[in-house]
């Protein structure tokens, strides 16, 4: 599985950004896609994930009603709107497989929200 993430970019306070993250060599056995951030600084944290199969999502409170995660069959999409300066961060996506257990990471794409 090879990950590729994009569409990070500099935003003013209160703006939108869509980032993607392309998957290849997904299989169809359950998995959970996620997508984490880490600030200059700070340890990289979880901010949504979302389930192949049952397309269930979940979010971080801070993110929550702002952000939403999606996905088709090879790309997962993290639209982020009302963009705050401590949303400023590396965003990563992230595959986990449970049987067998694996996981996969891509290589960033910075978001930086600032005026």
């Known amino acids: 599985v090879q990950l590729v993430e994009s569409g990070g970019g500099l935003v003013q306070p209160g703006g939108s950004l869509r980032l993607s993250c392309a998957a290849s060599?997904?299989?169809?056995?359950?998995?959970?896609m996620s997508w984490f951030r880490q600030s200059l600084g700070k340890e990289r944290e979880w901010v949504a994930s979302?389930?192949?199969?049952?397309?269930m999502t979940n979010y971080k409170d801070s993110v929550k009603g702002r952000f939403t995660i999606s996905r088709d069959e090879n790309t997962m999409y993290l639209q982020m709107n009302i963009l705050k300066p401590e949303d400023t961060a590396v965003y990563y996506c992230?595959?986990?497989?449970?049987?067998?257990?694996?996981?996969?990471w891509g290589q960033g794409t910075q978001v930086t929200v600032s005026s």
């Open positions: 979302i389930i192949n199969d049952s397309g």
């Open positions: 060599g997904l299989t169809f056995s359950k998995h959970i």
């Open positions: 992230k595959v986990v497989y449970f049987n067998p257990a694996r996981t996969y």
